[in-house]
């Protein structure tokens, strides 16, 4: 599966991006899709799931507090990230990703991703 991850950018703190990413290749709607973040230094880490139906999402507590939302178009075969309130913090390159296995629940864990978009940046400054 290819991955094409878009809408990053240099925003003020406070203000919203909706970050999208169309998948080729596979079945999308029998995917679960995840969106990850790599700030410079640190580790990549899991943001936000969604589940092949829709029916299902999580998010990291920690990282998001209620102000991203995850969403999916399997009829665009895209997944998106609303993100809003942005904090300097939030700075980092996200990637969307898919897992390996198809239905199932929603995965979390960088291993059970097995496809990864090319990332793109976002940049908050306060």
């Known amino acids: 599966v290819q991955l094409q991850a878009s809408g990053g950018g240099l925003v003020q703190a406070g203000d919203s991006l909706r970050l999208s990413c169309v998948a080729s290749?596979?079945?999308?709607?029998?995917?679960?899709m995840g969106w990850f973040r790599q700030a410079p230094g640190k580790e990549r880490e899991f943001v936000a799931a969604?589940?092949?139906?829709?029916?299902?999402?999580?998010y990291a507590d920690s990282v998001v507090k209620g102000r991203f939302t995850i969403s999916r178009d399997n009829a665009k075969n895209t997944v998106y990230l609303q993100m809003n309130s942005l904090k300097p913090e939030d700075t980092a390159v996200y990637y969307c990703?898919?897992?390996?296995?198809?239905?199932?629940?929603?995965?979390?864990?960088?291993?059970?991703?097995?496809?990864w978009g090319q990332g793109t940046k976002v940049t908050v400054s306060s």
């Open positions: 990703a898919a897992p390996r296995r198809p239905y199932g629940g929603v995965p979390i864990e960088r291993y059970e991703y097995d496809a």
């Open positions: 290749g596979r079945a999308f709607s029998m995917y679960s």
């Open positions: 969604i589940s092949w139906s829709a029916g299902s999402t999580y």
